[in-house]
């Protein structure tokens, strides 16, 4: 199940809201309304819709990212690419982008995903020196998260191509990652302590 946009329609809502808008970087609340009830990720609700009525695990979602002040970001998904795995229901990815289902990595703003049980692997750059190439690893900066969760922090770095600083973190034995271009670590602790939150909220 893929879920997909009119592209006209979610165009003409695009340029709508980016006719008035002042660029600015924020961290920008997803609930917070820009123009005509346009939430800043525009799909959001049918999105997350979408992976929780499919999963079997907690769906986490910042209720606060990094981006563009005044600006509508797409929000999409492709639970069909589950079935590749031996735990469909296990995981999830949700992508936001600049452009409606453009999964390549000059259209994405971010993603956040979700694996049960899964693990972190460790990631490498290249070091050169001279005409000799080692792999050096990057090393991943533990970060004390809300409600006593152990974050880990790994900032952006090249390889063979370049790879977005991210931050995860295990909920309930789910391994939580949110990867996002124009975020700091500083910036993706936010948006890491709202996802948290906002499921602990919704089971007070």
Known sequence: MKYTLSILFAFMAFQDVNAYATPKEAMIPTDHVVNLKTTPIYNQTDVIKDVTDFVE????????????AGKVYFAYTDLQENFNSQSPKARYSITIGYTPGCFAHYCTLGSIRAELKGQMTADYTLSHEGKKTTEVEIQKVPID???TVKG????????????????????????????????DQKDLVQMANSAIMAEISQHK
Not at 57 to 68: A, Q, S
């Open 57 to 68: 695990i907690p769906v986490l979602f910042p209720t606060l990212i990094k981006g563009e």
């Open 145 to 147: 998260l809300t409600n």
């Open 152 to 183: 880990y922090y790994t900032p952006g770095f090249a390889a063979g191509s370049y790879s977005d600083p991210k931050i995860q973190w295990t909920y309930k034995d789910v391994l939580y990652t949110i990867q996002w271009a124009t975020a």
